[in-house]
């Protein structure tokens, strides 16, 4: 039956028909695996199925369908119970509603529609008339059966209903009972194993009814201990043929023989190109047209560019059987950069990372690269095998439990690519296991202590939500939204109890900013309060002059000092950064006894802080040590100077080191040499000697850079000078900017895609430095996209570029918006260069550390580097920014190359020459408090 197949009038009802829903976040007793199961809980079998009778609400019980009562109109704001859900499923709902049920539903009839913010995959709403007797009573039998049918019809596994009509429709909480129990006992189940039942948690009337019905009645119900289905859980329902497993010390791996169209799971992954255009290829068109329209719709909103080689786009699963999709891109076989193995393992990698922070226990992947990309069939199942296997060794309690790879079965070498698979597949160690998962061990123990002051500070490896204290801290989004969370605040969420959502949502509606304290009441937890902080990326940029790092020790220092404020002695902190933030440990451990050591040597009121290391972290061994070495004195997270030889480029070794290491200048310079770090010479400058010297640099660079120029130019003008500019201050933070780069490289382990591989890129290295001889090229460090560019400017404001750098805020916005710009060929630059009285032009060859580099075929306003996950330079939602911009396309006849900070290039050669050019079209650099600053700008517009 399709969505659209339930007959409809035009009949309006406004009666609230059930009362499971009938308080908005009312307090649901449905529990996590491995709590205790609550009173009012009770689980029986009827007929095929798993029955589970319940307190709370539908809307919050983790099933593939949810039920709700609604009037006939599927105005859902008409009601407690369809407005309650409204508001948790969010306007989309409505939307749908409206859009396919314009004529609203019949009595006993039910309208379908996606589930919006809920976890379900579908929600089905239902209007039934107020209760008067026998015709009302088949009105409930249709609507439960229809359920039922729909639900296993469309291969869903678990449906949650409310005891439908207990509201003002008034049916007698008996019949509703009898009535319900009886048709699923007559339901023929197929795919269909589980219904919760879910009751108001104060109607105690209809409870009891239920459970009496559902457990005395002989023959009728027989109770299920622990709750088990009688169908097997945790695994994707995908496959059409037979197939190996192997379970890994918690994840079960299979290969079948399926259909990712059809597959039944949390998530599916394919590969498809980089633009992310379903319409070609064999298996993105399948999934496009099993999805449908809005599937790729979605898509070009969210992706507009496409993705880079390894990256992951996520998007709803639509008419799919699953909640989420997971899409990338892959290198064909046989490039030569980026490496196609590499990547794949990286997407790999990726996806298993992403599906677990998204709380998802099931996946299933296609053969990836299989194909037209050329990958062979041995390497490809090592990579997905092997990564599956680092996977289960890094998380000691992974939320996956099983991942389905699919072959095609028509494949013509189905049985090559099976034998791939199955071979690799015998590779892996026999679980010690029995076949059926154990609650996940939490390590628990002391560590190490050390007393600063009168604070003891006692490490241990344990559970934070167990720890009898004052106060515990938490890390969170900057929204404040637990259960959008993963981690702590989320484990926080459902042992301490939805409570303490509502006091964050009540009195901080617009969420903190980075290093801010929410402080809420514990709910159910052991301890008074709970301080809710909010951290940056360990990569991001300085925010109020303060380094990542440095706002962890602030954190600390502020939490500390508000809880004695608050008159607590006693307050546990979590291994803060070290969780999406991806702070190393080392650097975690380090700041945050700098915050307590500060505040020690000021204050006495702090009798204990205790360091909680999550004992179910695969790696809390590392944090572990870090703590140790901290109180030891053999502190891995101080800077250090190079010793020995260098790790190899481009490994995370190395990029460690590029972060850790006091920066020096380039070995090209000859006034502030690089025998000293740029930290000694700021501090050792003379009185003498100026921090920014113009030097004539070696015969060899001039004429590289005088080759470069005029190779690139067009026309042959006559050059005057070329000169370095040594400017100590500006190069040490440009230097900031590149060690901020590496921390983002060794935090993600691997180097930024290349320029020259970008998605919707034509793909080709920078220009100038082709002509750049190896003695200034072998300066730059391409893991980072570092890279030098030609910038022309007007020569009026030469000397304050040399002084004090580029400044994006003293230029006109350009087409790609109010960045500063670098251009690989001359003539471009050319354009934007101003002559002075002699007529002589300037035009600096600088350095840009790009990072993340983002992709405009069009251009754009643009104040900023967009978002990462919605693409917006606007977003205050997320925090992980592309680092540059690369505007690349038919709109653009030359590449342009911006950057929205100024000291992340560094304006490093000057050429003098001499030509005739046009007024500047483009971002010109104009004089600060110059009295000709207006009549330039005038200049400008005419």
């Not at 919707?760 to 391409?782: A, D, F, I, R």
Request: glycine share 8%; with cysteine.
């Amino acid at each position: 039956m399709s969505d659209s197949s339930y007959s409809s009038d035009s009949y309006t009802d406004t009666e609230d028909h059930d009362s499971s829903d009938s308080e908005v976040g009312s307090q649901s007793d449905d529990e996590s695996p491995g709590r205790e199961r609550r009173k009012g809980k009770s689980d029986v079998v009827v007929g095929d199925v798993n029955v589970c009778i319940t307190t709370g609400s539908s809307y919050e019980q983790n099933v593939d369908v949810v039920v709700s009562s609604c009037s006939k109109d599927l105005d859902l704001t008409k009601g407690r119970s369809s407005s309650a859900l409204l508001k948790a499923a969010g306007q989309s709902v409505q939307i749908e509603c409206d859009k396919k049920y314009s004529g609203g539903v019949s009595y006993g009839d039910v309208a379908v529609t996606n589930g919006g913010r809920l976890s379900c995959f579908k929600i089905f709403h239902c209007a039934i008339p107020s209760y008067s007797g026998k015709a009302e009573e088949k009105i409930l039998r249709r609507v439960v059966s229809k359920c039922l049918e729909e639900a296993d019809k469309r291969h869903y596994t678990s449906i949650a209903l409310p005891p439908l009509g207990s509201g003002y429709a008034k049916y007698p909480p008996t019949k509703i009972a009898e009535i319900m129990m009886e048709e699923i006992e007559n339901f023929s189940a197929s795919d269909l194993d589980t219904v919760n039942i879910v009751i108001f948690h104060k109607d105690q009337a209809t409870l009891q009814e239920f459970q009496r019905t559902f457990q005395t009645n002989p023959g009728k119900g027989k109770t299920r201990p622990g709750g088990a289905s009688s169908h097997t859980k945790g695994k994707s329902s995908t496959t059409s043929g037979p197939g190996r497993s192997k379970t890994f010390k918690h994840l079960t791996v299979d290969v079948q023989a399926g259909d990712l169209t059809t597959a039944k799971t949390d998530v599916i992954v394919f590969t498809a190109p980089n633009d992310l255009n379903l319409n070609s290829g064999a298996l993105p068109v399948s999934v496009l047209n099993a999805a449908g329209v809005n599937f790729q719709r979605d898509l070009k909103s969210d992706y507009p560019w496409g993705v880079s080689y390894g990256e992951v786009a996520h998007v709803k699963g639509y008419n799919l059987n699953c909640k989420k999709v997971f899409i990338g891109a892959l290198p064909p076989w046989g490039t030569k950069s980026p490496n196609p193995e590499s990547v794949l393992y990286d997407f790999m990698e990726r996806c298993l990372e992403e599906a677990n922070e998204y709380n998802l226990k099931t996946m299933a992947f296609a053969t990836l690269g299989i194909g037209a990309l050329g990958y062979p069939y041995d390497r490809v199942a090592k990579a997905m095998i092997g990564s599956m296997g680092k996977f289960d060794r890094r998380f000691t309690s992974p939320k996956i439990q099983s991942v389905s790879i699919l072959i095609y079965h028509q494949h013509t070498d189905y049985n090559k690519i099976k034998a791939a698979f199955d071979n690799e597949l015998q590779l892996v160690p026999a679980s010690s296991g029995s076949g059926t998962k154990s609650p996940a061990v939490v390590a628990s123990r002391g560590s190490c202590s050390k007393t600063f002051g009168s604070t003891q500070v006692n490490v241990m490896v344990d559970n934070m939500t167990s720890q009898t204290v004052d106060v515990i801290v938490n890390s969170v989004s900057p929204r404040l939204q637990l259960k959008s969370s993963s981690g702590l605040a989320l484990s926080i969420l459902n042992h301490g109890g939805k409570e303490i959502q509502k006091e964050l949502d009540k009195k901080y509606s617009s969420g903190i900013s980075i290093g801010e304290i929410a402080k809420t009441k514990a709910g159910k937890l052991s301890c008074k309060s709970i301080y809710h902080g909010t951290l940056p990326y360990w990569y991001s940029k300085k925010k109020h002059n303060k380094k990542p790092e440095e706002v962890i020790e602030t954190f600390v220092y502020d939490c500390l000092s508000m809880a004695a404020n608050d008159g607590y002695s006693t307050i546990a902190f979590p291994v803060l950064g070290t969780g999406y933030q991806k702070f190393p440990p080392d650097v975690s451990a380090h700041h945050i006894i700098m915050g307590i050591d500060k505040y020690s040597k000021k204050h006495r009121s702090i009798k204990e802080v205790r360091i909680v290391i999550y004992g179910g972290a695969g790696d809390y061994q590392e944090a572990e040590k870090a703590f140790k070495n901290e109180f030891s004195g053999r502190s891995t997270a101080v800077p250090v100077q190079t010793k020995g030889s260098t790790p190899q480029r481009g490994t995370t070794e190395f990029f460690r080191l590029m972060y850790m290491q006091e920066a020096r200048p380039p070995s090209t310079w000859s006034q502030f040499t690089n025998k000293r770090t740029i930290r000694d010479w700021s501090i050792n400058l003379s009185s003498s000697l100026s921090p920014m010297q113009e030097v004539q640099p070696d015969p060899a660079t001039v004429q590289s850079i005088q080759n470069a120029f005029l190779s690139t130019m067009g026309s042959k003008p006559q050059i005057f000078s070329i000169t370095r500019i040594e400017n100590i201050d500006l190069f040490q933070k440009y230097m900031d900017e590149c060690q901020r780069l590496f921390k983002k490289a060794y935090a993600n382990k691997k180097s930024f895609d290349p320029i020259h591989s970008l998605a919707n890129s034509t793909k080709k290295n920078v220009v100038l430095e082709k002509y750049l001889h190896k003695g200034m090229t072998s300066q730059l460090y391409p893991e980072i996209n570092e890279h030098y560019f030609f910038h022309g400017t007007n020569a009026s404001v030469v000397p304050v570029i040399k002084s004090q750098g580029l400044d994006s805020r003293l230029a006109a916005s350009g087409r790609v918006g109010a960045g500063v710009y670098g251009a690989e060929v001359a003539s471009k630059s050319a354009q934007y260069v101003g002559p002075d009285q002699r007529g002589h032009c300037f035009m600096f060859i600088i350095r840009m550390c790009m990072g993340d580099v983002y992709v405009t075929q069009t251009g754009g306003g643009y104040r900023r580097a967009p978002c990462k996950t919605c693409f917006s330079d606007k977003c205050i939602k997320h925090y992980d920014l592309y680092d540059s911009i690369m505007a690349d396309g038919a709109a653009f006849a030359d590449r342009e190359f911006l950057v929205y900070d100024k000291n992340q290039c560094y304006p490093e050669y000057l050429i003098e020459f001499s030509s005739q050019m046009h007024a500047p079209q483009m971002p010109m650099h104009i004089p600060p408090n110059m009295s000709s600053a207006l009549g330039f700008l005038q200049k400008l517009q005419n």
